[in-house]
């Protein structure tokens, strides 16, 4: 199987993103932002992470299956979140303490 040919460009450009994206992180930081900061915070992250699958990672380059296989990782960890919180926000549900 080849290699996909990506530019130095692209890596580039990439890389540049990530500093940014980590510095805006870092910048959020300082900001009161109430609930919304956790929120930003993983919007931020998943578009890092987005970057590093798709291009160090050649996810955008692959075959088909590569993709699928991306896309039920994600749904996974969605699935696992959203069990999560209903556990969360379930809690306290009981009448009784404890119980």
């Known amino acids: ?7 130095v460009k692209t890596y580039t450009f990439t890389w540049l993103g990530l500093l940014g994206l980590t510095l805006l992180t870092s910048l959020l930081a300082f900001l009161n932002l109430g609930k919304f900061s956790l929120i930003v915070a993983l919007i931020i992250a998943g578009m890092k992470a987005s970057l590093i699958a798709g291009i160090f990672m050649h996810a955008l380059y692959d075959s088909k299956l590569v993709r699928v296989i991306v896309a ?7 699935i696992m979140m959203a069990l999560t919180l209903t556990d969360y926000f379930s809690r306290g549900a009981l009448p009784f ?3």
């Not at 199987?1 to 530019?7: D, I, L, Q």
């Not at 039920?72 to 969605?78: A, K, M, Q, S």
């Open 1 to 7: 199987m080849s290699e996909p040919k990506v530019s």
């Open 72 to 78: 039920g990782g994600v749904l996974w960890v969605w």
């Open 97 to 99: 303490p404890g119980k």
